[in-house]
């Protein structure tokens, strides 16, 4: 004796859950969308200006002691205290407003553009 089959006799329609839920009728395939045409490739990668520079330095001990109890009291963040405190070191400093040569801005410049990744 033959065994019933355990397929069923509707078509197996292949639809994703979304094709289910939203309505595709069965046996119609969705229109492919096509992606926006690519943009031209550039020469170089558009330069981002980075937000902060990292940069290291060195403190005499008891410089760095208090400045980090400063930042500890105050309840600020180390950069915000050096941020603040270099402004206002720097705000009568005419050499600071100076621009740097050519051969040292480009070198400087590079710090400040985040690179491309």
């Known amino acids: 004796m033959a065994k019933p089959s355990m397929t069923g006799t509707r078509p197996r329609v292949a639809a994703s859950a979304d094709d289910l ?55 600020m963040e180390l950069h915000e205290v050096l941020h603040e405190a270099l402004v206002a070191y720097l705000a009568d400093k005419p050499e600071a407003k100076k621009a740097l040569p050519p051969k040292v801005a480009a070198k400087t410049l590079k710090r400040l553009i985040r690179k491309p990744s």
């Open 21 to 75: 839920i939203y309505g595709v009728e069965p046996g119609v395939l969705p229109t492919p969308t096509l992606a926006p045409p690519a943009a031209p490739a550039a020469a170089e990668p558009q330069a981002l200006p980075v937000s902060r520079v990292v940069f290291t330095n060195q403190l005499k001990p008891d410089v760095y002691r208090e400045l980090r109890q400063y930042e500890y009291w105050a309840h």
